[in-house]
């Protein structure tokens, strides 16, 4: 009897050893490819930036008609004397590179939010929320390579917008990615809702910029001018919003950017839309965008290992 007793504490001992080493193993794999996905997160936001600026560089380095007095250069009823290309941007050197870099760089993020997905979603515990935020991203890249496959070339409006808006879209969703791998401080409901409108003005202020500059709407140019008085303002409330909440980092870095965008929309307009003025507000504008969605995507709990369980071993019965 005292035999079956020691053998049997002596199974539950080692069946209770053998469980720990499982568990402890089992969480050290999901902190690995928890350090993973965050890397491979930062990953695709600097993708996406060079992504995103190799666009507008693309866009803005086509031949242009002069323009001495934006916003009335852009007006449909103005016959166009000149286009001229860019000295710099336009330079056919320069053009290639730059044209190999974005395709370089949209294929990297292609690669990496399918990577991003499967390390989220194909083992337990599955990352629920930063899998959702791969897929979306995951479906835009799709999207946009099939826009890209469809209209080689092409400068219709809602081609330009496509474009544009997915891969401002896409970078904002690559940060609120990196923002759920790491511990930030929740938005509250208001202040995402408020991001959201920013975020949504800011988008209708880069659009309503590209379709002015294709001289496509004839209105463009001026509401481009007239949402400015709006968008600038509602971001540094947002910015400044966000830094009483417990968001410092980026709600000041959202006022710096609002600031700045809008001293760009200054100089740019000053200098007679000169492109690589408005290349650097182009840049700005995404930088903004990239805060917004931040902050309206923000749920404040980072993606973290499960602790291991402590499996206890039953207590050995003492013998009669």
């Known amino acids: 009897m ?70 009335g250069c ?35 993020v292609l690669l990496t939010v399918l990577a991003l997905a499967a390390l989220a979603l194909a083992w337990r515990p599955r990352q629920r929320a930063a899998g959702a935020l791969a897929i979306a991203l995951l479906s835009l890249a799709l999207a946009l390579s099939a826009l890209g496959i469809v209209t080689p070339g092409s400068r219709a409006g809602w081609v330009l917008l496509g474009n544009l808006l997915g891969g401002l879209l896409m ?16 938005s509250d409901g208001p202040l995402a809702r408020a991001a959201v409108a920013g975020a949504a003005l800011w988008a209708a202020q880069a659009a309503l910029g590209a379709l002015a500059g294709a001289r496509l709407v004839e209105a463009a140019p001026f509401a481009h001018l007239a949402l400015a008085l709006l968008a600038a303002p509602w971001a540094f409330v947002v910015g400044w919003w966000a830094c009483h909440r417990g968001r410092r980092v980026e709600g000041t870095a959202l006022i710096v950017t609002a600031a700045g965008q809008w001293l760009l929309g200054i100089t740019a307009s000053a200098w007679s839309a000169a492109p690589a003025a408005v290349l650097a507000h182009n840049l700005v504008a995404g930088l903004g965008l990239l805060l917004l969605l931040g902050l309206a995507f923000a749920s404040g709990r980072a993606a973290v290992a499960p602790a291991p369980t402590q499996a206890r071993a039953p207590l050995s019965s003492s013998p009669a």
């Open 74 to 108: 852009r007006s449909l009823a103005r016959p166009v004397l000149r286009m001229a290309t860019p000295a710099v941007l336009g330079d056919p050197a320069t053009m290639a590179l730059v044209r190999g870099t974005h395709r370089v760089a949209a294929s990297g």
């Open 171 to 186: 970078l904002g969703l690559a940060w609120s990615l990196l923002g759920r791998m790491n511990a930030r401080t929740a």
């Open 2 to 71: 005292r035999q079956a007793l020691a053998a049997s504490d002596f199974d539950c001992c080692s069946a209770a050893r053998t469980l720990r080493i499982r568990l402890s193993r089992r969480a050290m794999d999901t902190g690995r490819r928890l350090r993973l996905m965050h890397r491979l997160a930062w990953v695709c936001v600097l993708l996406m930036l060079v992504v995103t600026s190799a666009s507008a560089w693309l866009r803005l380095a086509q031949p242009r008609p002069d323009c001495m007095d934006w916003p």
